[in-house]
C-alpha cells in the first residue's frame, strides 16, 4: 500500500471510530449531568426555573405537557400509564442497569419516596429501560432500594417520548394534572434541599 494510500484509510479509521464513539453515547449522561445527546428540549421563562441551581442546575422547565399516553409495565407485568397516577405530583425517573449515573442517583430516589411515603398526593416511579435479558438484574437492583416499586419498558420506547429523547438518566416531573413541568437530563440529588424546595412548589399548586 502507498503512503498515500496508507493514510487516507488511518484517515477513514479514524473518523469510523469517532462515528461509532458518538452513537454509542447518543443516550448516555455523563456522572456530572452533561448529556451526550443533542434533542434536549431548552429552559423556559417557567416559574419553576428559580429551582435550577445547585444540583438542579441543569434543570429544564418546559411549558406544561401532557405527559406521554405510553403503556410500560408494572412488578406484576401489568398495563401502566401516567394517566394512573393523575392527582399525585410524580417524579418519573427513566433509568436502566447500563447507566452508571442512572444507579448512582437511585438511593436519592428512594430516600424521596420514604420521605414522602403515606401522602397520597405524591409518587415516585422509576421505570426500567433494560430490556427482556436484563430484567432480573433491574428488578433485584430496586428490590434494594424499597420503597420504590419496579415498573419497565423493556421496548426502550419511553426514554424518547419524553422532552430528553432518550438520554439517561432522564427525570420528569408530573403536575398533579400529569403534565411535565420539569425535566432534569443526569444525576441529580433528589432528597436533597433543592429537589425538596422544587418539589414542595409544585405540591403547593
Known amino acids: 500500500m502507498s503512503g498515500s494510500k496508507r493514510t487516507k484509510a488511518i484517515g477513514f479509521g479514524i473518523v469510523a471510530l469517532i462515528t461509532v464513539i458518538a452513537g454509542a453515547g447518543l443516550l448516555y449522561v455523563n456522572q456530572d449531568g452533561a448529556s451526550k445527546g443533542s434533542d434536549a428540549v431548552s429552559a423556559t421563562s417557567s416559574p419553576l426555573a428559580v429551582h435550577a441551581k445547585g444540583p438542579l442546575a441543569r434543570l429544564l422547565t418546559p411549558e406544561p405537557v401532557p405527559a406521554p399516553d405510553y403503556v410500560f ?22 433509568w436502566a442497569t447500563w447507566c452508571a449515573p442512572c444507579k448512582l442517583e437511585m438511593p436519592t430516589l428512594a430516600a424521596l419516596a420514604k420521605r414522602y411515603e403515606g401522602r397520597d398526593d405524591f409518587a415516585v416511579a422509576v421505570i426500567s429501560m433494560d430490556t427482556d435479558r436484563a430484567q432480573d438484574e433491574a428488578r433485584a437492583f430496586i428490590a434494594e432500594h424499597p420503597p420504590l416499586a419496579y415498573y419497565s419498558d423493556p421496548k426502550f420506547q419511553l426514554a424518547f417520548e419524553f422532552p430528553g429523547k432518550g438520554a439517561m438518566p432522564q427525570t420528569a416531573l408530573l403536575d398533579r394534572e400529569g403534565r411535565v413541568v420539569a425535566v432534569m437530563i443526569g444525576e441529580a440529588d433528589w432528597n436533597g434541599p433543592e429537589a425538596i424546595a422544587l418539589i414542595e412548589d409544585v405540591l403547593a399548586k
Not at 73 to 94: C, I, P, S, W, Y
Open 73 to 94: 409495565l408494572n412488578a406484576e407485568g401489568e398495563q401502566a400509564r401516567f394517566a394512573d397516577f393523575k392527582g399525585k405530583v410524580t417524579v418519573v425517573n427513566l
